[in-house]
Nanobody
């Protein structure tokens, strides 16, 4: 069964950094999208960053503004999200996902595999 397991969440002060990791189970396909989405209390889920494994093209939400970097280590089947200059409004549960179709994070995928989520809390 396909599985994604996130880690690396936690609490940090504004201006600090965190790195999220997502270990993925082996997958039949070579080319697909992987990315990070987040959901804050009372808000809709939104896309943070994604990557297409076929070309390593990356996509970011407008609010990222150069603060976050998505990367992957294929040898370890692991996806990362390096988050710098964190702000209190970045507080949310961050989900890792794997899906087919458009990798644009402006579109929340309706199918695919999702992780259980990792809490990120940024205090002012």
């Amino acid at each position: 069964q396909a599985q994604l397991v996130e880690s690396g969440g936690g609490s940090v002060q504004a201006g600090g950094s965190l790195r999220l990791s997502c270990v993925a189970s082996t997958y039949t396909y070579r080319f697909y999208c992987m990315g990070w989405f987040r959901q804050a209390p009372g808000k809709e889920r939104e896309g943070v960053a994604s990557v297409y494994t076929g070309s390593s093209n990356t996509y970011y939400g407008d609010f990222v503004k150069g603060r976050f970097t998505i990367s992957q280590d294929n040898a370890k089947n692991t996806l990362y999200l390096q988050m710098n200059s964190l702000k209190p409004e970045d507080t949310a549960i961050y989900y890792c996902a794997r899906w087919h179709g458009s990798c644009d994070v402006d579109v929340i995928p309706h199918s695919g595999t999702w992780g259980q989520g990792a809490q990120v809390t940024v205090s002012s």
